[in-house]
């Protein structure tokens, strides 16, 4: 165990090539020799109340408050909003359905005491920044009555952004010039990636600070616990490794408290689909989160029993252990966990499209959907995985009681695109087990007068680019379809 641990933590902080050529984590620690390893080593608790301290004079005076990003960007803060029953005051926007972002202003009272926090590790994550320009109209269209100030002036009070320090320049040249920014981690450095980023960033830290009402005392009581059972779940992580080391098809079945699972179910998926997906082409790979319950046909069961510790210790921690063991579990596989190589495939052809060709995608009902995946299904496929390019809830629970219903002895899965794009496609891009269901939505409405007729276009023309560069690119094992929501099936 010792020698193990005392490599992961020998690669943390130095260059590639400071680390010497018999430590493993040299080869699957470093994303093309860029450092990804600074989450192996908690921050001191100063670094953390210094940038909590830092982050305090953007939000004071702040009722409600506005999280943008994609990816690890945003499923942290999701993760920690589970903490709480009731949230009226701290909202999401993580997807390219205009109905989403039309939702959210809907909730809220009022816009002049509003901020958004905008993230993004390169600063140019294109979903992001085009919800940031979406959200900038609504605020252009409010009457801030200060006629001695240009509107940009009134602007940059309600956006903070946070990305990565060498990263704050690019902002400027897209557009966002004098506005807030912030460095992602405490210490000010760029070696953590984003699904590596909870719980010792901002992107953890600040929610909770604001779900704290922004009392420091209570994030330090919180944090020093959870630093001091470090030792503890590095060991638990270590010792399922080497239970399941030897397995041939991850399978993982990742079994959580049920108050964390809707919310944390994402940020698991991401770490494990993204990390060690595709890395290995005879690898099958899959993540299924539980509430204890293993699903048959399933292994790898992983649970974290620990007791007298409250919800957001306990969430740090898991945290923490997952991403220990996610690093464990690809030392002993050689698998470089960090990097995802294979992403960049959909937005290299998605950069090859225009608009005009998507052309007309066939329209078809549940019903339909059903038999077209009959047709298509072999019999390697031991999962059917759906992504949908808008949010419905309602029908996603429509749609898998009845795949479920019609393909019992297939593990079905269905998320929501282009959050999909983020946390599964570098896994799904080598798959042979699965068949991808793409799912876009035949019509958008746009009816809201805070929402510019261009930026509503661009979000959904940009969303159904996405979807058939994912299409083209996973062709061979993938099926694509237009569904109209509200037609019966």
């Known amino acids: 165990m010792e020698d193990v641990k005392k490599l992961l933590w020998e690669a943390v902080g130095k260059q590639k090539t400071e680390v010497p050529l018999s430590n493993r984590f040299r080869d699957i620690g470093f994303d093309d020799g860029k450092l990804r390893l ?22 004071e005076n702040k009722k409600e408050f506005i999280f943008v990003g994609i990816g690890g960007s945003i499923n942290g803060i999701k993760a920690v909003l589970s903490l709480i029953k009731k949230n009226n005051n701290i909202h999401c926007i993580d997807n390219l359905d205009p109905t989403v972002l039309i939702n959210v202003l809907s909730k809220i009272k009022n816009l002049k005491d509003t901020i958004v926090v905008a993230i993004s590790k390169s600063a140019t994550t294109l979903e992001t920044q085009i919800i940031a320009r979406s959200l900038k109209y609504a605020f252009c269209q409010l009457d801030f009555k200060k006629k001695t100030l240009d509107m940009d002036d009134c602007l940059k009070k309600h956006f903070l952004w946070l990305v990565d320090k060498d990263s704050f320049s690019k902002l400027d040249d897209l557009g966002w010039q004098g506005y807030y920014r912030l460095p992602i981690q405490v210490d000010g450095r760029n070696d953590i990636g984003g699904r590596f980023s909870s719980p010792h960033t901002l992107i953890f830290l600040l929610p909770l600070f604001l779900i704290m009402k922004m009392d420091i005392s209570k994030i330090k009581n919180y944090y020093l616990r959870y630093t001091s059972l470090i030792d503890r779940i590095v060991n638990k992580a270590y010792r399922d490794v080497l239970s399941y080391r030897d397995c041939r098809r991850a399978y993982f079945s990742i079994c959580v408290d049920r108050v964390f699972k809707d919310d944390f179910r994402i940020w698991i998926t991401q770490l494990f689909q993204e990390s060690m997906g595709s890395k290995e082409h005879v690898f099958p790979l899959k993540t299924f989160v539980t509430d204890r319950k293993v699903r048959k046909g399933f292994f790898i069961p992983i649970y974290l029993d620990m007791e007298n510790i409250s919800k957001v210790e306990k969430l740090m921690a898991y945290m923490y252990y997952l991403e220990n063991l ?31 060709d998507v052309g007309n995608i066939r329209e078809i009902n549940i019903q339909e959907l059903v038999r077209e995946i009959k047709q298509k299904l072999q019999p390697h496929h031991i999962f059917i995985e759906v992504i949908v390019y808008f949010c419905d809830s309602k029908f996603n629970r429509k749609l898998e009681n009845s795949l479920k219903s019609n393909f019992p002895k297939r593990g079905i899965l269905i998320f929501t695109g282009s959050d999909w794009n983020h946390h599964s496609y570098q896994s799904a891009y080598c798959s042979q087990d699965t068949l991808y269901v793409i799912l876009l939505k035949k019509n958008y409405c746009l009816c809201d007068s805070l929402i510019s007729k261009d930026l509503f276009d661009e979000q959904v023309n940009t969303q159904k680019l996405i979807s058939y560069a994912t299409y083209l690119t996973l062709k061979d094992k993938a099926i694509l379809f237009s569904i109209d929501t509200e037609r019966k099936s």
């Not at 670094?47 to 982050?55: A, K, Y």
């Open 38 to 59: 600074g989450w192996v080593k908690p921050p001191i608790w100063e670094s953390v109340e210094n940038s909590l301290n830092n982050v305090r004079k953007y939000m």
């Open 326 to 356: 996610v690093a464990f579990y690809s030392y002993f596989k050689r698998i470089n966990f960090v990097n995802q190589p294979y992403v960049e495939k959909y937005k290299e052809r998605m950069r090859q499209l225009h608009s005009e």
